[in-house]
């Protein structure tokens, strides 16, 4: 028997099947002038981009909406970190894994963005795989962050299929020499999942911080949610 307990990293996991998604609100972003976001993702031994690039991460619309940040894959894998600070295609930027080297499949692959105003950052498992700098500050406006899907829902989603785990968000730069070593120390805010049964669940890291978001249903099975 499969033990459930292992489906996430550290004990229970997002699973997203491709029609659901897991939403973190604009609140956990608003007021910060910089921030890093961390998590784990689990791609699939028999992952297809499908019709379009899927999206791991989406905040903010698509990558030509004022705010975006996010990670696509290509159609093997190779993740590109996206950014957009003020809108337009003039302000999209496009980090595309500098090794070239696909996300690994059936195993866990920690991703994590970094941005200020000034610097972009872009880690996989611990690397640095792109940055991009910028002269003048340019702050990242507040804005949803959706996992597993275009934040907009456009289209078919651009949905991906495997499981996220371990989220967490903090509200300064990680520096590189932390992201590598693993001292990142606390996240702001962070989310994690239930282990046990059909349904997610989130916790904050102590009572009273700030944790939230949102899910898609999936037809036909009992989801629950709780702060």
Request: charged fraction near 20%.
């Amino acid at each position: 028997a499969t033990d459930r307990k292992a489906f996430g990293k550290a004990g229970g996991g997002f699973g997203l099947d491709g029609a659901n998604r897991f939403e973190i609100p604009e609140e956990a972003t608003a007021g910060l002038s910089a921030l890093t976001l961390s998590f784990d993702a689990f791609v699939p031994p028999d992952f297809k981009a499908g019709a379009h690039s899927p999206w791991l991460l989406c905040k903010s619309g698509n990558e030509l909406a004022d705010g975006n940040l996010g990670i696509t894959l290509d159609s093997s894998g190779v993740p590109t970190a996206r950014l957009n600070p003020g809108g337009g295609r003039e302000n999209a930027v496009a980090l595309t894994a500098a090794s070239r080297h696909p996300l690994n499949f059936n195993e866990w692959n920690h991703l994590v963005l970094s941005y200020d105003g000034r610097h972009f950052r872009f880690h996989v498992n611990g690397k640095l795989e792109g940055e991009e700098k910028f002269g003048t500050a340019r702050p990242l406006v507040a804005s949803p962050i959706a996992f597993g899907q275009r934040q907009d829902s456009f289209g078919d989603g651009y949905p991906f299929r495997g499981i996220v785990d371990e989220i967490r968000l903090y509200n300064r730069i990680v520096e590189p020499a932390a992201i590598e070593n693993g001292s990142a120390g606390n996240p702001t805010s962070e989310w994690a999942f239930d282990p046990d049964g059909p349904s997610h669940k989130t916790r904050p890291r102590d009572p009273g911080e700030f944790c939230g978001g949102t899910i898609s249903p999936i037809p036909g099975r009992a989801i629950q949610w709780s702060l």
